[in-house]
Structure formats: structure tokens, C-alpha cells
């Protein structure tokens, strides 16, 4: 399907009010620092430089929208969590979060990064609180995979999905490697089937 592929860049901004007005659908793409979340959209845009990959937590301090062929936008979102900047800077990246999450009118959905080794943690169901509460739709990419066994994969995904489905949240969870690129199509049909939907819909 191809989805991202065609992903250009338009704008970086520090605030949602810098934003281009809402006349596409968008994707949001959240995750703790270094959770793997550069990798994978640009993994998923087929683009090795898309989306800046730092070794260091934190380097993405603004939102970046990446425009789709169809019109619809992917909004890759700071890191947060135990990134390497003072806490007045962390705050105001979970203010900039939770504003976009919550009151962002033509948002359908979020993309939740996880490193599959440390799946849910705390400021992970901070995100989920945030955005279960919108009534849209929330899909977990368990990133790294490749660093997992078969057994272990089998067991995380199994397991996460049990934690998610005791919250009675619409989540979907699924395994993704940037590495060895696996889980792409699993991504697009979860997301494309977001995009077929309208706004109205999703919204309470």
C-alpha cells in the first residue's frame, strides 16, 4: 500500500498555534526518547533522514508535520520522558503534548511507540489517559522487536495487549522492527483504515 511513502516535510513548530490550519486528516506519532519513533516513521516513508534519529533522548523538541500524497499529514511528536533537557523544558514539551492531543480538530488518531522491552510505562499510560479520552483511536507500534526472541515477542505482544484490553480503550498492538522492517503493512492497513474514516465519525 505504500501509505507514507510519498511523506514530504512542510513545517517544524513549537507550539499547536504554528501549525497549518486543519484541512487534512492527521496522524499522530508519539513515544518516549528513545523509543525508536524517528526510526520508524522513516522506516514506514521509505526515507533514511525523514525524521532526525539522535542517540541522545530528546533531540526532537518540535512538532514536525510530514505531508501524504492524499493529503492527510503525519505529525511526529517531541519524545517524552527521561530525555536530557531541564524539567521547565520537559514541562512545557507535556504541555505542547497534551494541547495538540486533545484539541487538535482534524486528528483521527495516534500512533503510540513503544520499545518492546519496556512496553507501558508510566508516562506511556499518561498518553493513553490523554488520548483514550478524545474517542479516537490509539495503535501501538512494540518497536526493536528484532532485539526480542520469538518467545519473547510472542509473550510482550501477548501480554500488552492483555494490559490495554483491561482498560477498555479501543487500542490495537502490534510488533515493529525499523531494522529488519517488519510490521509495515500492518501499520498502513491500521492507519489507512483511520484516513477512510471521516473526522465526524471519530469524534464524540
Known amino acids: 500500500m505504500a501509505l ?11 507550539e499547536p498555534g504554528g501549525l497549518p490550519a486543519p484541512f487534512g486528516k492527521e496522524i499522530a506519532f508519539a513515544g518516549r526518547s528513545n523509543s525508536g519513533k524517528s526510526s520508524a516513521i522513516n522506516t514506514l516513508a521509505g526515507h533514511t533522514r525523514l525524521a532526525y534519529v539522535s542517540k ?14 492524499g493529503g492527510a ?18 514541562k512545557q514539551w507535556q504541555g505542547l503534548l497534551e494541547h495538540y492531543l486533545t484539541e487538535r480538530s482534524n486528528l483521527v488518531g495516534l500512533v503510540l ?35 526480542l526472541t520469538k518467545q519473547e515477542q510472542t509473550k510482550t505482544l501477548r501480554e500488552t495487549k492483555k494490559a490495554l484490553a483491561d482498560q477498555g480503550s479501543p487500542i490495537t498492538v502490534q510488533l515493529f522492527s525499523s531494522l529488519k522492517k517488519t510490521g509495515m503493512e500492518e501499520v498502513e492497513t491500521v492507519v489507512g483504515a483511520w484516513l477512510n474514516e471521516s473526522v465526524e465519525a471519530l469524534t464524540p
Open 113 to 147: 511507540i513503544m520499545d518492546s522491552r519496556r512496553p507501558l510505562l508510566e508516562l506511556d499510560w499518561k498518553m493513553i489517559g490523554w488520548f483514550t479520552a478524545t474517542g479516537r483511536p490509539i495503535h501501538c507500534l512494540l518497536t526493536k522487536s528484532d532485539k
Open 73 to 90: 499529514a503525519m505529525v511526529d511528536l517531541p519524545g517524552y520522558g527521561f530525555a536530557q533537557v531541564p524539567m521547565a523544558v520537559r
Open 4 to 14: 507514507f511513502r510519498h511523506a514530504v516535510f512542510e513545517i517544524s513548530v513549537a
Open 56 to 69: 541522545t533522548p530528546g533531540r526532537t523538541q518540535l512538532i514536525n508535520l510530514f505531508r501524504l500524497k
